[in-house]
Nanobody, 120 residues
């Protein structure tokens, strides 16, 4: 069984910064992509940023220039540094990972989410 545990969500004023963390644990053989998605009230879940095991990154247009995704492969952890936060960034942020487990099975795993609230 594989689990993703997020942390770092908080209430912050517009213009502030937050750093989210997501640690994967369990019977993991390897992890391919790890990323962050978010879901605001009344909206669909959307990609924020993702990174591969080779450190290639993809950002949404809203995240480019403000957010930075990074990864510590030794710790099976992915981070999201968020700067210049705006009220529109308010959402539940979910971690996502593609994980290879025993038996060469590939699983897509989601975390439970962490709430980011940006006040104006």
């Amino acid at each position: 069984q594989v689990q993703l545990v997020e942390s770092g969500g908080d209430l912050v004023q517009a213009g502030g910064s937050l750093r989210l963390s997501c640690a994967a644990s369990g019977s993991i053989f390897s992890i391919s992509a790890m990323g962050w998605y978010r879901q605001a009230p009344g909206k669909q879940r959307e990609l924020v940023a993702t990174t591969t095991s080779g450190s290639s990154t993809i950002y949404s247009d809203s995240a480019k220039g403000r957010f930075t995704i990074s990864r510590d492969n030794a710790k099976n952890t992915v981070y999201l540094q968020m700067n210049s936060l705006e009220p529109e960034d308010t959402a539940v942020y979910y971690c996502n990972a593609g994980v290879v487990v025993s038996g060469n099975r590939y699983l897509v795993v989601w975390g439970q989410g962490t709430l980011v609230t940006v006040s104006s």
